[in-house]
């Protein structure tokens, strides 16, 4: 064994505990997630690297666990209410890098859940078994509800 790996952790436990967790996600939790990723060939960016209209990719379905965070009701004297919600996603690491997906997380993709789109805000990787680098195992993306008019992936009705 070298000396950067951790020396009680070995990498059958490391590979047990994905193939648990991976197990628990799909087969048992079964929370999913429609992702939405930007298609940066066809949208076209301004010096800023800004664009005021995004186009996005076929959505593609992932599996993960979702937390929703209680929504906060703003109060405005002029224009009434505005209600703003959060979702965490966890995703497993090893779960989005094999098969087909090879998907990372990114801000600024969409993701569609219980009838609301959600736009990510920002990613962490918070967990590391042993606390060692070299066992990433999940990911951490928080996500807040979009307005569906903000990013027209659906046709509005009229």
């Known amino acids: 064994m070298s000396a950067t790996r951790p020396f009680f952790i070995s990498q059958k436990e490391i590979d047990l505990v994905d193939h648990m967790n991976e197990e628990l996600i799909d087969e048992i939790?079964?929370?999913?997630?429609?992702?939405?990723?930007?298609?940066?060939?066809?949208?076209?960016?301004?010096?800023?690297?800004?664009?005021?209209?995004?186009?996005?990719?076929?959505?593609?379905?992932?599996?993960?666990?979702?937390?929703?965070?209680?929504?906060?009701?703003?109060?405005?004297?002029?224009?009434?209410?505005?209600?703003?919600?959060?979702i965490d996603l966890m995703f497993q690491r090893n779960n989005l890098a094999s098969g087909s997906l090879n998907f990372f997380p990114e801000a600024g993709d969409i993701c569609d859940w219980n009838d609301w789109y959600w736009e990510i805000n920002g990613v962490t990787e918070p967990q590391l078994i042993g606390g060692h680098p070299s066992f990433n195992h999940s990911i951490k993306a928080t996500a807040h509800r979009s307005r569906l008019s903000s990013i027209n992936i659906e046709e509005r009705p009229r």
């Open 29 to 86: 939790v079964g929370q999913s997630v429609d992702i939405y990723k930007v298609a940066p060939e066809h949208t076209n960016e301004n010096i800023y690297g800004e664009s005021t209209t995004k186009y996005f990719n076929v959505g593609f379905r992932v599996n993960c666990l979702i937390r929703y965070n209680a929504p906060e009701v703003e109060q405005f004297q002029e224009a009434g209410t505005d209600t703003n919600s959060t």
